[in-house]
């Protein structure tokens, strides 16, 4: 069975990119097969780089857990000074239970908790629900969760952005009766 | 020490198939004498031939001939080489050798070197030492690779084994300099302590000052990967009483003026790590101008040089005295350049084995080219591993390489950019090559000049190199690049692949294809479960098969581990939800005559 995809000279964007949808609604290269009821797709961190032709800003990629193959006694020979965060921005990776795609974003783009829910909402197409002043967050079907650095999973809302910022390693859009009325505290 | 250069066949894969076998041979020596005395004389002749063999690979075949050949072979063993440490459990291997001398094992998958494997996913030597304690008073030796090893265990060996002469630890962690001490100051007859690659914890323990005060027997001692500063006084004084010292590689915190120190007192040294190379962080050295050469001129002895970890590159031209008798050279952590090299690489004509860092270019590929006639082993390490940094090293350097190093025997190669071209050029100007791996840092990179994938060059190289024992792809690939490698790559053993292929017809080709096939990693590849059936009838022959990012589903695995009941089946989890998914992120399984392990972690699913 001969792929008959030709392969451009250069990055190959349309094979890597990511794209959230429900499934058919778009053509993928590699299909999973049926038997497998993933909620995930097994690819690694990527970035989704910026359709512009602009090319002064190139968007540099993620880097890939353990890739390239090299052991990190050797890596920390040359980089013992470079700290991650300062040089790429804080990704954190976001989930939304039922989609099959992960996404990444970058804390530092955002000045505080509103404009990152929005960022969300757009990113994936929903909203936290309706927010009344007595009952917060009702008749929500989704809830914002984060996982600190403790590996506990925490409402996303509740300390101060810039220790949110510091202490959240991922995020979790819950959906479904685990979710309802939870809302998130922001 | 990599396997490629012996032949496989380790203690598990003998093991299993040799318990089954019941086949006895009788007096077949002189059938008409009915005593005992022909089998007795067949013994003792066949126990003193035994003494002599000592690969392994040999040795299981002698295990297999009959109850009694097994027998012999089993107290006449003296090293025990155990690939996978949870393939064979401690007591099962001391119940059938009794008389181990060396030992060598090995535990975590290769791919925990790159932060795949959790922390504490297992490999522990604790079981394994603290049954020998009992078993091998007499043990000497001890190898152990990518194990977890405590000060407990490195106290329990010290003090258990008398004679104990030789530890050689490569990408293992666990333990601290108080470990170390403690091995310093007990083994009296320590020979060899090699600490390569590990990961060592900085107690602030001053072990070097812990070696015996009268003289030690120490031949060899390494520990550049040893991140915490060592007394060196202390040091110079070790060096001082250590006069079979020949193999001292030091840490970065060495600097170049106590290197100095150290040479003098030691020119019979065949193997040196410099350590920094460099002044900073001396007080004493300032501005002195340093008599280096002359050291190096007084090491006659002087064949392999490492080190360089923050050269100072006035200082490199010292080293020329002994570029003529080097045969290896490791530069792979000097960020030099082309122009810096080729004084120091156009003496080298000895050289053998060379690692250096792609700073150096093609143009100082090509120099190592046309001087390095015999090289056997080259490595090319990126300064800059990243998918996006500029491509010092390319085709140019690989073609170069060779055409000019036509006994190229092993390679490890990081570029950002290849071409079929270069690598079929390769196939054919390095036909005895055994060892190919090629990395071409951009995932999914085809060929830059003809846009094709990269299935031409590697389906060259497994049908050309008729040697060839592992291989390591890279760039873009289709299913094709692995039809190759199954019709061709009859004695690969060991394969690497990363985002390659298309779909399970790939892993399909491989499994079915290579009859050696011994150790599989695979990561970010399309295979999905009805690949991994198609090996069925060769996973008891494997060391194991990693597969990470791939399309495995529980279920699959699940009906794998069903169907084959001495394959203990992992799935590793990185996240606690991904127990709910059906998908296998990690899967890691292994033949083994014990069964699920009974120490694996939460995070570990045993099917």
């Known amino acids: 069975m001969e792929s008959t995809v030709t392969y451009e000279s250069d990055l190959n964007l349309k094979a890597t990119e990511l794209r959230l949808g429900l499934p058919g609604t778009d053509e993928y290269e590699k299909q999973t097969p049926p038997s497998v009821r993933s909620n995930k797709r097994s690819l690694p961190d990527i970035i989704e780089e910026s359709d512009t032709g602009d090319r002064e800003a190139p968007v540099t990629k993620a880097q890939v857990v353990g890739w390239p193959p090299i052991r990190s006694y050797r890596k920390n020979s040359f980089q013992p000074k470079k700290i991650e965060a300062e040089a790429t921005g804080i990704y954190v990776k976001v989930s939304m239970d039922g989609a099959p795609y992960l996404r990444k974003i970058d804390l530092k783009v955002y000045k505080g908790y509103p404009e990152l829910l929005k960022a969300l909402e757009n990113m994936f197409k929903f909203t936290i629900g309706e927010y009344s002043d007595r009952e917060g967050y009702t008749r929500s079907e989704y809830a914002l969760t984060y996982e600190d650095k403790d ?4 409402m996303v809302g509740d300390v101060p952005w810039d220790m949110f910022m510091s202490s959240c390693k991922r995020l979790r859009i819950m959906k479904g009766s685990e979710a309802r009325g939870l809302g998130c505290a922001v | 020490m990599s396997e490629d250069d012996e032949r496989a066949t380790d203690l598990s894969g003998g ?46 075949t002698v295990s297999l001939v009959c109850k009694s050949w097994y027998r012999l072979e089993k107290q006449t063993r003296s090293e025990l080489f155990i690939g996978n440490c949870y393939a064979v459990s401690p007591r099962r291997a001391i119940e059938r050798f009794q008389k181990i001398l060396s030992l060598v094992l090995k535990g975590k998958p290769r791919f925990a070197d790159f932060n795949l494997v959790p922390l504490n996913w297992g490999a522990h030597f604790t079981p394994w030492v603290t049954a020998m304690a009992e078993a091998y008073p007499w043990l000497e030796k001890v190898y152990l690779k990518r194990m977890s090893v405590t000060d407990e265990d490195l106290a329990l060996l010290a003090q258990s084994f008398p004679g104990f002469k030789e530890l050689v630890l490569v990408c293992c962690d666990g333990f601290g300099t108080s470990g170390l001490a403690l091995v310093a100051s007990k083994c009296r007859q320590l020979r060899v302590l090699d600490l390569i690659d590990d990961d060592v914890m900085d107690d602030e323990v001053d072990w070097i000052s812990c070696f015996p005060e009268t003289g030690t027997c120490l031949e060899s001692l390494i520990f550049d990967c040893v991140e915490c500063p060592v007394n060196f006084d202390a040091l110079e004084q070790l060096v001082a009483r250590s006069s079979s010292l ?29 350590g920094s190379f460099s002044s900073a962080g001396d007080p004493a050295q300032g501005d002195q101008e340093l008599d280096l050469i002359s050291d190096f001129a007084a090491s006659k002895s002087l064949i392999c040089l490492s080190g360089f970890r923050d050269i100072l590159l006035d200082y490199l031209p010292a080293i020329h005295p002994v570029c ?12 030099i ?34 001087t390095c006639k015999d090289l056997r082993e080259l490595r090319v390490f990126p300064m800059n591993p990243s998918e996006d940094s500029d491509s010092p090293v390319s085709e140019v350097g690989l073609l170069a390489i060779s055409e000019g190093c036509r006994q190229l025997r092993s390679i490890l190669y990081f570029c950002q950019q290849m071409t079929n071209a270069a690598v079929v050029a390769m196939s054919k100007n390095c036909p005895d090559l055994v060892v190919f791996r090629l990395c071409i840092m951009g995932r999914h990179l085809p060929d830059h000049l003809t846009g094709q994938p990269m299935d031409e060059g ?114 590793i989890r990185d996240r606690v939800e991904e127990e709910m998914d059906d998908a296998v992120e990690k899967l890691y399984m292994y033949p083994s005559l014990e069964g699920p392990r009974d120490d694996a972690p939460k995070f570990v699913t045993i099917l």
């Open chain 1, 151 to 154: 590996g506990d999973w925490m």
């Open chain 2, 324 to 335: 003529a008798n080097l045969t290896s050279l490791n530069f792979s952590y000097a960020s």
């Open chain 2, 458 to 571: 590697f389906g060259a190289i497994v049908m050309n190199c008729n040697k060839l024992t592992r291989l390591a792809v890279s760039g873009l690939l289709t299913d094709k690049a692995f039809s190759y490698i199954g019709k061709y790559g009859k004695l690969v053993r060991t394969l690497s692949v990363a985002f390659a292929g298309d779909g399970d017809m790939g892993l399909r080709y491989v499994l079915e294809g290579c009859p050696k096939l011994q150790k599989l990693e695979i990561r970010d590849s399309p295979f999905g479960d009805s690949a991994l059936f198609s090996g069925l009838h060769h996973y008891y022959k494997m060391r194991f098969l990693w597969m990470s990012s791939c399309q495995l589903s529980r279920s699959g695995c699940k009906e794998i581990a069903q169907r084959m009941p001495r394959l203990v089946v992992e799935v």
């Open chain 2, 337 to 370: 350049n082309a122009e810096q090299l080729k004084p120091v690489i156009c003496h080298c004509h000895k050289l053998q084995t060379f690692w250096v860092l792609d700073s150096v270019c093609d143009e100082g590929l090509q120099a190592v080219a046309a």
């Open chain 2, 246 to 274: 020949r193999k001292l590689r030091l840490n970065r915190h060495v600097s170049i003026g106590q290197l100095h120190r150290l040479m003098v007192q030691a020119p019979q040294l065949t193997h040196l790590g410099t």
């Open chain 2, 15 to 60: 093991g299993i198939v040799s318990s089954n076998r019941t086949r006895c041979c009788g007096g077949s020596v002189a059938s008409d004498c009915p005593s005992q005395f022909p089998d007795q004389v067949l013994e003792n002749v066949l126990e003193n031939v035994l003494l002599f063999l000592t690969s392994r690979r040999e040795r299981n």
